[in-house]
């Protein structure tokens, strides 16, 4: 079988989410790759250095220009160049046209439960274009039950046409690095924009005791000015920490030392770092929607992210209970072993094989 993949997700320097999903896939299939399975990466630009080599059974195809070029330039070396069997694009974005069978990936619909949190032209793009490749992908892969409802629900689509693939953990090595300058803290981790509900956890840590910090680790995404205003506005200054974008061999010594992670989302389409956190031995403390309670299962306390007063006692909890952390930490430890890349990635191709068969 030959694969076409969209790779422009995973061709970014600082991957989170959708990038971390699409680039940990490719690294997956890499390794699958062989005489009966080869695969064509489909980029706007050259490949970064890191990403997966070529081979027989890996091979890159450079053009451009990139101004929409799921809108014309893709379809377009579709239909003239030698096709695949199949196309997969690990994002909600299929080409616009396609001569060969297209699945696609769409993580959560944040922007249809939360549009007021979007800006409005990342909002149109978002509404306009998963729709139309919602409604012509042969298959649509989701990373959680919660989202897969959502989807069915939203765009119409048959139940058959809904795969859910959980995503896997990032294969990071510990490296012991000093984190006693945040002194004892909470961690959050994700991009700063409204539906992450940072302003909200911010306001939880003016209610918890004045020796607890909170380190925000994230790129700056959008409409994130009044994130960057709440510690001021909470009287908190001098308790919160944002320190942007994290290396990966970085981030396992910055769960190992917090109190607890704490990722309070109005919103989540699964939320890797849940899964990243219970590896690292870091309690976790989560929103009771949409689907982090899948994410989190029995290895997590739940809180109502309307309210700051949930979030500050569910984080009161784990500094309270040394035996319920470890606990926690304990139920974290077994919940990971259920969620792998490797697994992601032989389930996407298996549900590929399937929709390029016919």
């Known amino acids: 079988m030959k694969i076409g993949i969209d790779g422009n997700e995973a061709n970014v320097e600082k991957r989170v989410g959708i990038g971390e999903y699409a680039f940990e896939l490719l ?43 799921t809108q014309w330039r893709l379809p377009l070396e579709l239909f003239l160049n030698k096709k695949p069997d199949v196309f997969f694009s690990p994002s909600h974005y299929a080409p616009r046209f ?30 306009n274009w998963t729709k139309y490749s919602a409604r012509n992908a042969k298959l649509i892969f989701t990373i959680s039950l919660a989202s897969r409802n959502d989807i069915i629900k939203v765009y119409n689509v048959p139940y058959t046409r809904v795969v859910v693939t959980y995503p896997g953990i990032k294969a990071t090595n510990y490296m012991q690095k000093d984190t006693n300058s945040f002194g004892k803290y909470v961690l959050f981790i994700g991009t700063l924009q409204p539906r992450k509900n940072i302003e909200r956890l911010i306001e939880a840590m003016a209610k918890l005791p004045q020796d607890l910090n909170l380190v925000v680790v994230g790129k700056k995404g959008w409409l994130f000015e009044e994130i960057l205003f709440a510690p001021k506005k909470f009287g908190v200054e001098g308790r919160v920490k944002f320190l942007d974008f994290v290396k990966d061999e970085e981030m396992p010594s910055l769960y190992k030392n ?39 299962g029995d290895a997590a306390i739940y809180v109502d992210p309307q309210s700051s007063d949930s979030i500050a006692k569910g984080i009161k909890k784990i500094i309270d209970s040394e035996s319920l952390r470890k606990e926690m930490i304990s139920k974290g430890l077994a919940h990971v072993k259920k969620f792998s890349w490797e697994k992601t990635a032989r389930e996407t191709i298996k549900a590929l094989e399937g929709i390029a068969n016919g």
Request: charged share 20%; proline share 9%; glycine share 6%.
């Open 27 to 69: 690294e997956q299939f890499k390794q699958l790759a062989g005489d009966n399975l080869q695969f064509t990466i489909y980029l706007k630009n050259k490949p970064l250095a890191d990403m997966p080599k070529e081979s027989s059974n890996w091979k890159y195809k450079v053009f451009g220009p990139g101004k929409f070029w």
């Open 98 to 127: 396609s001569p060969v069978p297209t699945a696609i990936s769409i993580m959560d619909l944040s922007y249809i439960h939360y549009p007021e949190l979007f800006r409005k032209k990342d909002l149109y793009q978002l509404v």
């Open 258 to 296: 917090a109190v607890c992670f704490c990722l309070p989302s109005l919103y989540e389409g699964f939320g890797l770092p849940v899964l990243e956190a219970m590896k690292y031995q870091c309690p976790v403390v989560l929103s009771n929607v949409s689907s982090l309670p899948e994410a989190g």
